[in-house]
């Protein structure tokens, strides 16, 4: 395994944020009528080995607990991370198999991020939480390949997040990939 040199990291480390379709990484939306989609794709070219997906919630003083999503009450739908490909979208944690792009139990509070995804909720404060998702301890090889030159957009691999309630009130949430380019 080889690993890239760029000029922004010799190592070829990235970190990249998921993002919605207008560009923002802020993940603190209404998605209770229509989930909104929060995207990380590899550039054109690049393989990216994905070591783990970092998020960080921010609350009002004092509100964050286990039986909270961040700040606010537990969610009624969830949070969803998936793994697409092309057309076809996985559930990265738990999926149900009767519908492989829903998780059977979808991030619903902080607890849920330890309990159903085995994340590691790395800090917790009374008013930030950190959750490492961390896919090389739990055992779990994965890599998203970009497009090759004038492949269709719509085959590229990407990770995504689905907020799936309304999520307005928290005062901040984003989600960073941390992995490294492959190249070789």
Not at 100 to 114: A, G
Request: charged share 20%; net charge neutral; glycine share 10%.
């Amino acid at each position: 395994m080889y690993f890239t040199v760029t000029a922004s990291d010799p190592r070829g480390l990235r970190c990249l944020p998921f993002v919605n379709s207008s560009g923002s990484k802020e993940m603190a939306v209404d998605g209770s009528s229509t989930a909104v989609p929060f995207v990380v794709r590899p550039a054109a070219g690049e393989t990216l080995v994905v070591r783990g997906i970092k998020l960080v919630g921010r609350a009002a003083s004092g509100a964050i607990g286990h039986d909270k999503f961040v700040g606010i009450a537990a969610l009624s739908n969830g949070l969803v991370l998936q793994l697409v490909r092309g057309n076809t979208a996985f559930a990265l944690h738990a999926p149900d198999p009767a519908n492989p792009d829903q998780s059977l139990f979808p991030i619903k509070s902080n607890i849920d991020f330890e309990l159903y995804a085995q994340a590691e909720v790395s800090s917790y404060t009374t008013d930030v939480i950190q959750v490492f998702w961390d896919f090389w301890r739990n055992g779990i090889s994965l890599r998203l390949v970009g497009p090759k030159a004038g492949q269709d957009q719509r085959d590229l691999e990407s990770l995504r997040f689905l907020v799936k309630d309304n999520l307005t009130t928290v005062v901040g949430l984003s989600a960073m990939l941390l992995g490294h380019v492959e190249i070789g």
